[in-house]
T-cell receptor
Framework: AQSVTQPDIHITVSEGASLELRCNYSYGATPYLFWYVQSPGQGLQLLLKYFSGDTLVQGIKGFEAEFKRSQSSFNLRKPSVHWSDAAEYFCAVAFTGGGNKLTFGTGTQLKVEL | DGGITQSPKYLFRKEGQNVTLSCEQNLNHDAMYWYRQDPGQGLRLIYYSQIVNDFQKGDIAEGYSVSREKKESFPLTVTSAQKNPTAFYLC??????????????FGPGTRLLVL
């Protein structure tokens, strides 16, 4: 069965520092890849997605992610973190023929130190 | 504004009681989903529906029921058979045509607590 791994449960960065959140998936075919962000007590907001084409995708709020097929990874990056970026981040994957289902990672909680 | 609404924001359930969570969307999406979120476990799929009057079980359907009588609405009932219902419940929807068929959009969620 397909799975999504976010190896970092918690990450703390200083405001202004760069950020990279890791995401790995297991499946043979090329998946559809997503990053969502969730503030406490809120729903999930789509940051960015990758379906095909250029492997570096740009999203909202200055985030970007790079799809690396050889590493089965889709890491999220931001050059300079703002205090308002503190939230929980979820990587998710959909597969063709997967019954329209999304498989989520367990999330990475980001803390930003001022 | 188009979007997904969930109500209530907070819901309290007594032992042995069934409760229903509302999810409404005005995005003209065909497919709708219910997820359960517990700390440290990500989101797990409860039920989904790709068309009116049809729905499928997800990974953790036991103790839950749904209906899809209208395209805009996909209510979730948490039955008394669900022994650990305390969680954050998220509804999502997506189109099934065009170039964005794989992207799910989420509502603000309902937190269910047991009294």
């Amino acid at each position: 069965a397909q799975s999504v791994t976010q190896p970092d449960i918690h990450i703390t960065v200083s405001e202004g520092a760069s950020l990279e959140l890791r995401c790995n998936y297991s499946y043979g075919a090329t998946p559809y890849l997503f990053w969502y962000v969730q503030s406490p007590g809120q729903g999930l907001q789509l940051l960015l997605k990758y379906f095909s084409g250029d492997t570096l995708v740009q999203g909202i709020k200055g985030f970007e992610a790079e799809f690396k097929r050889s590493q089965s990874s889709f890491n999220l990056r931001k050059p300079s973190v703002h205090w308002s970026d503190a939230a929980e981040y979820f990587c998710a994957v959909a597969f063709t023929g997967g019954g329209n289902k999304l498989t989520f990672g367990t999330g990475t909680q980001l803390k930003v130190e001022l | 504004d188009g979007g997904i609404t969930q109500s209530p924001k907070y819901l309290f359930r007594k032992e042995g009681q069934n409760v229903t969570l509302s999810c409404e969307q005005n995005l003209n999406h065909d497919a709708m989903y219910w997820y359960r979120q517990d700390p440290g476990q990500g989101l797990r799929l409860i039920y989904y529906s790709q068309i009116v009057n049809d729905f499928q079980k997800g990974d953790i359907a036991e103790g839950y029921s749904v209906s899809r009588e209208k395209k805009e609405s996909f209510p979730l009932t948490v039955t008394s058979a669900q022994k650990n219902p305390t969680a954050f419940y998220l509804c999502a929807s997506k189109t099934t045509s065009g170039g964005d068929q794989e992207t799910q959009y989420f509502g603000p969620g309902t937190r269910l607590l047991v009294l």
